[in-house]
């Protein structure tokens, strides 16, 4: 570490860049982040905080602040279509009001819940728990201009309000977002859809209760000549985003003044009189695109940098908490010494496949929405649905309302959110997931299921036995894999990787024993785990599992391998 002023630098203080300075400083990992902004911004752009991204916030300890900001539960599962906003309903999908099924498939696979939260208030939360964690130091007003690799290390050039610096680094993280620049600097392809369209969205505030008090929800589709579009609540009350397409090659955001912008979504609403505050207006291009490599050299990419979706499925952010989640553990391995540099090569080679699926379901959902009325034929259904001839305008309402119930893998996909396995999508080809279809697997590559057990008398989930390192859960008669794994885990991961036992204290782990350390009063967590009275698994830091006492092997050579990179075994 010698002439290092930071083991890792972060480009970008957005969710994900602040994400990963939390990851790493669990670990014990200090780290400097970088914006060229000077603050958070407080135009909310994404909103949706799936299930797996709530179990993350869970283990960092914001998912309560993060839920005491987010829209009510009864608005965060209603999607609404109409005309304006002042008008009846086209269609609704109610997502609590689903097949049984599926609610309770849902209702038992996490401790946590799909919910809704604008992201500037998300991105204050994290950066609250960055700043409290006092592991890493963030730096607004400052662009990096140069990084360069030195194969070795990495400089990273910063020019800010004391002139230009030079920080030496072990690695650098791109977290800087699709338009940040960084991915081009290195060079770095992406491949994916052509160009979807162009959004304009306008934050405003204003009082719709008139319209929602009586019939909340979270999206409502404007299908209307006047002013098209869609109207998001981002706290319920007087937060809201109006998004619509516009075409770039003929205006820009700068074409549209308050008082355009207070126009249209009175247009929208449907109300001629109404009190609008726009806040703020910017753009965004609609397509879905992943960098070729998510690695260059000593230098990574992560969240939109990485990988950008439409946000049907609103899975953008999403990804890029768990690109953190799994790039900040790897980070902290390497640096502590009982890792090689490969198991860096494993980010990619498990993160990639999942953001191309990703894409996928993103790109399917907005096709699919065509059939609604959004999409380059929303003139021509929004003139069917206003048309003079009422037998015509009858008949359009009647054609949506019908397509209306396909949409809901849209807003319905548990599978897609947490039933990912690392090493699965490769191994079958690159079979898509069933959106909905979550089923818990405790197989290596797989998300911990969850389930509720009871320590010290307190109910808790299977995640929260979970520390920043590796976790071995075992049944009631499994106390002999304990006992191996506490004896061997440290001296075989040092030995692997060449380090002496002076290099440190070894691989961070924890050992949770079924019938000694908590207890399962259902008797359901050893049987969900697949484990047993005798068997037992191995949970990574990012709770994904690495080994399972049905495969055969050892969980002290199952984590060697880890560490060096391979892959989770079969």
């Keep these: 570490m010698t002439g290092i002023d930071a083991p890792v630098v972060i480009v970008g203080a957005g969710p994900v860049g602040l994400a990963t300075a939390l990851v790493l400083g669990r670990h014990g990992v200090r780290s400097v982040i970088f914006e060229q902004y000077g603050g958070i911004n407080p135009h909310p752009r994404a909103h949706v905080v799936n299930t797996r991204s709530m179990e993350l916030f869970r283990t960092w300890g914001i998912a309560d602040a993060v839920r005491a900001d987010a829209v009510d539960p009864a608005w965060a599962g209603t999607i609404l279509w109409k005309q304006t906003l002042a008008g009846e309903p086209l269609g609704r999908i109610d997502v609590g009001e689903g097949p049984e099924d599926q609610l309770l498939r849902r209702l038992h696979a996490s401790a946590e819940q799909l919910t809704s939260c604008a992201q500037d208030r998300v991105q204050q939360h994290l950066l609250d728990a960055v700043l409290t964690q006092g592991m890493a130091d963030v730096r607004y007003s400052t662009t990096v201009v140069e990084v360069t690799d030195h194969g070795n290390l990495v400089d990273v050039t910063v020019e800010g309000v004391g002139g230009r610096q030079v920080l030496r680094t072990c690695y650098a993280v791109a977290a800087d977002g699709a338009t940040g620049g960084m991915r081009d600097r290195l060079g770095i392809a992406t491949d994916g859809s052509p160009v979807l369209g162009h959004q304009l969205n306008i934050y405003f505030h204003a009082d719709l209760s008139p319209w929602t008090r009586q019939d909340p929800a979270l999206l409502i589709w404007l299908i209307n000549s006047a002013s098209p579009g869609l109207l998001i609540g981002m706290d319920g009350i007087r937060r809201w985003t109006f998004q619509r397409s516009f075409d770039p090659a003929v205006e820009s955001p700068q074409d549209y003044p308050p008082e355009r912008c207070a126009r249209i979504v009175r247009d929208a609403v449907g109300a001629g009189e109404l009190d609008v505050d726009i806040r703020s207006v910017g753009s965004?291009?609609?397509?879905?695109?992943?960098?070729?490599?998510?690695?260059?050299?000593?230098?990574?990419?992560?969240?939109?940098?990485?990988?950008?979706?439409?946000?049907?499925?609103?899975?953008?952010?999403?990804?890029?908490?768990?690109?953190?989640?799994?790039?900040?553990?790897?980070?902290?391995?390497?640096?502590?010494?009982?890792?090689?540099?490969?198991?860096?090569?494993?980010?990619?080679?498990?993160?990639?496949?999942?953001?191309?699926?990703?894409?996928?379901?993103?790109?399917?959902?907005?096709?699919?929405?065509?059939?609604?009325?959004?999409?380059?034929?929303?003139?021509?259904?929004?003139?069917?649905?206003?048309?003079?001839?009422?037998?015509?305008?009858?008949?359009?309402?009647?054609?949506?309302?019908?397509?209306?119930?396909?949409?809901?893998p849209h807003f319905d996909a548990l599978n897609q959110e947490i039933g990912y396995v690392y090493g699965a999508a490769r191994h079958a080809g690159g079979a898509p997931l069933a959106a909905t279809a979550y089923t818990p697997a405790s197989t290596p590559g797989a998300r911990l299921p969850h389930a509720w057990v009871e320590r010290d008398g307190e109910r808790v989930s299977t995640h929260d036995l979970l520390v920043p390192g590796f976790t071995l859960i075992t049944g009631a008669g499994g106390t002999a894999w304990a006992d191996a794994f506490a004896e061997t885990a440290e001296t075989t991961a040092v030995a692997e990787t060449g380090k002496t036992a002076e290099t440190g204290e070894g691989v961070p782990k924890r050992t949770v024993v079924i019938g000694r350390d908590v207890t399962s009063p259902d008797g359901q967590c050893p049987e969900l785990l697949g484990i047993g009275e005798e068997g037992a698994l191995l949970v990574r830091p990012d709770g994904h599992i690495a080994w399972h006492s049905a495969g055969g092997s050892s969980p002290a050579s199952a984590l060697a391998a880890l560490l060096h990179g391979a892959e989770p075994p079969a």
Excluded: C
């Excluded at 993103?362 to 999409?375: F, H, P």
């Design 284 to 408: 965004w291009t609609m397509t879905a695109r992943t960098a070729e490599t998510y690695r260059s050299g000593r230098v990574f990419l992560v969240g939109d940098a990485a990988h950008q979706f439409p946000p049907t499925g609103g899975l953008g952010m999403n990804s890029g908490l768990a690109d953190a989640d799994n790039l900040g553990w790897k980070l902290a391995a390497v640096l502590g010494g009982y890792a090689s540099d490969t198991l860096l090569d494993s980010y990619e080679r498990e993160r990639r496949p999942v953001a191309v699926d990703n894409a996928r379901h993103s790109m399917a959902n907005a096709v699919r929405m065509a059939e609604v009325g959004t999409g380059p034929e929303t003139g021509g259904i929004a003139a069917l649905l206003a048309s003079p001839d009422p037998v015509v305008a009858a008949a359009e309402r009647r054609r949506i309302a019908a397509a209306i119930p396909a949409q809901r």
